[in-house]
């Protein structure tokens, strides 16, 4: 293993922790299925988010977007990865609105998802073929 791979496998350790540690903040009274997301930006920052439901169920927002806006909020407009964990067995896979929303900065992202009992990873082009966005309106 390469002093690059380990670094790049610690680093997606210690965003895994930081997801860990979101996700026990996780609002989540409906579904009861808590997740965390943690971005990875381009300068080394790292932005958390949990899924935070709603009583009209349709306003709830995923635990990616969340992490995305805060991001975006505080002036961060290039991310490298994301990783994504649940409470589940298996590793959840962000929802189409998710990867609209990462594409629109990222389309270049690294997807680390994680369960309990395995991992899977992805890059976002893959999750998201096809994908329309900022180029197609100029
Ligand atoms: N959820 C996320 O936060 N991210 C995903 O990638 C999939 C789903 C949330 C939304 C809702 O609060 C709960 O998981 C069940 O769908």
Known sequence: MTAA????????????AAAIDVM???YAPYSKFRVGA?????DGTIFTGC???NASYGLTLCAERNALVK???EGHLEFLKIV??????EPVAPCGACRQC?????PQLEVIMVGTSRRDQAP???LLPGAFGPDQLS
């Open 5 to 16: 791979t380990e670094s790049s496998d610690s680093q997606v350790e210690t965003l895994a």
């Open 24 to 26: 026990s903040r996780a």
């Open 38 to 42: 943690a971005l990875l930006c381009a």
């Open 51 to 53: 899924n935070v439901e």
């Open 71 to 73: 991001a975006v909020s």
């Open 84 to 89: 994504i964990v649940c409470s589940a067995g």
């Open 102 to 106: 990462l594409w629109e900065f990222a």
């Open 124 to 126: 976002l082009k893959k």
